[in-house]
Nanobody
């Protein structure tokens, strides 16, 4: 069964850090581009960061709002993609989803057209 499971969300204070994990089962995650997306209440889904497969050079893209604060990475041995989030701000509060799709990661992050989605993990940043 193809599945993506996010974990690592929680309630933190502004300035704190969190690391989100996206663990895949039933398929090899490194065959795909992977993206982290977020959706805050009343707002549209936003592509936060995407990473291409190892075969495509593990290229990365970031939303302007998170550049310099968030880092996406892969651990192929664990079939997992991470999102390290530092210097969190209240405006980072959202449900974060990971998704697996094509290796055109700019397109993946912009359009969110993915083959598989996780169920989401909630990140709440208090001021």
């Amino acid at each position: 069964q193809v599945q993506l499971v996010e974990s690592g969300g929680g309630l933190v204070q502004a300035g704190d850090s969190l690391r989100l994990s996206c663990a895949a089962s039933g398929f090899i995650l490194d065959y795909y581009g992977v993206g982290w997306f977020r959706q805050a209440p009343g707002k549209e889904r936003e592509g936060v960061s995407c990473i291409s497969s190892s075969g495509s050079g593990r290229s990365t893209v970031y939303a302007d709002s998170v550049k310099g604060r968030f880092t996406i990475s892969r651990d192929n041995a664990k079939n997992t993609v991470y999102l390290q989030m530092n210097s969190l701000k209240p405006e980072d509060t959202a449900t974060y989803y990971c998704a697996a799709g094509g290796n055109q990661i700019s397109k993946l992050c912009a359009q969110g057209r993915a083959d598989a989605w996780g169920q989401g993990t909630l990140v709440t940043v208090s001021s």
